[in-house]
């Protein structure tokens, strides 16, 4: 359903009373949502009612790709290969998985490129959570995480 559905779930709860009465539910979007956001609010008034902010980044995937293809940022290189893959750097992993085609020919939003990320994980011993944990941690020095973590801490 996407994020829009995160809005219809967050405000039915909140209105059934699914977890007591008058609860604190925060809705947490991609980044990338809020450029949507007014029209779907426009569309769907109710939704005002939910306590809303935004993820650090648009989406992991879009994340990846914006600092990994065509050119690598190199503070993340340094800090992925040093932390993810410690046996393989992330260069080789993208290589690997899109061996002859470029990862932004079809890959418009990322997903392909992720899932290359995401698949190279288990020969390094590490899984997905590893990745999530080291992407908040690569990003919690910056405006956009900041401004996530005053919104949690002032909501709930």
């Known amino acids: 359903g996407g994020w829009p559905e995160v809005l219809f ?3 039915e709860w909140k209105n059934t009373n699914a977890f007591g009465n008058n609860p ?11 450029k949507d956001l007014p ?8 939704y005002r009612s939910v306590l809303y902010s935004f993820l650090p980044v648009q989406s992991m995937e879009k ?3 914006e600092k990994l293809y065509p050119t690598i940022d190199k503070a993340l290189e340094e800090a992925i290969n040093s932390s993810i893959f ?5 260069a080789n992993a993208i290589r690997l998985f899109h061996p002859t085609t470029p990862p932004s020919k079809n890959d418009k939003n990322g997903k392909n490129l992720y899932n290359a990320i995401v ?3 288990p020969a390094e011993g590490k899984t997905e959570d590893d990745l999530v944990h080291f992407t908040i941690d690569f990003i919690s020095a910056t405006p956009e ?3 996530l973590r005053d919104f949690i801490k002032n909501n709930l």
């Open 9 to 11: 779930r967050a405000n």
């Open 24 to 34: 604190q539910i925060l809705a947490i979007l991609d980044r990338d949502s809020k």
């Open 39 to 46: 029209t779907v609010l426009h569309e769907h008034p109710e």
């Open 63 to 65: 994340f990846y790709m």
């Open 86 to 90: 410690e046996n393989f750097d992330i």
């Open 119 to 121: 698949q190279s994980l």
């Open 145 to 147: 995480y900041i401004e």
